[in-house]
């Protein structure tokens, strides 16, 4: 089971830029056996959705409202995955989670709060 803590959050101008990451720790997140990993978030009266996707390689998914805003990327031999936002937007604004991707129901963290306002 992995567990997870994601932090980098907060208050933010539109236009501007946060860096989110997410420490994963667990027997099964090893370099023997890496995950495919994914940043998600959950706005007020929204489902959770994936906006970014990373496999065990490297190779990347973003969701169409993201794409060329947001960068994933992860350190294996740390055990981090991180997620640099650009150009950040009020309709951003959110709850962040990572998680295994398909996600693990018993591997969600709180999550860190981003908020785009001026």
Known sequence: QVQVVESGG???QPGGSLRL???ASG???SIATI???GWYRQAPGKQRELVAAITGGG???YADSV???FTISRD???????LQMNS???EDTAVYYCNTNPPNDSSWGQGTQVTVSS
Not at 76 to 82: D, E, F
Request: hydrophobic residues 35%; aromatic residues 10%.
């Open 76 to 82: 294996n031999a740390k055990n981090m995955v991180y």
């Open 88 to 90: 950040l937007k009020p």
């Open 21 to 23: 990451s997410c420490a």
């Open 35 to 37: 995950y495919p990993m």
């Open 10 to 12: 907060g208050l933010v």
């Open 67 to 69: 794409k060329g805003r």
């Open 27 to 29: 027997s099964i997140f």
């Open 59 to 61: 190779r990347t998914n």
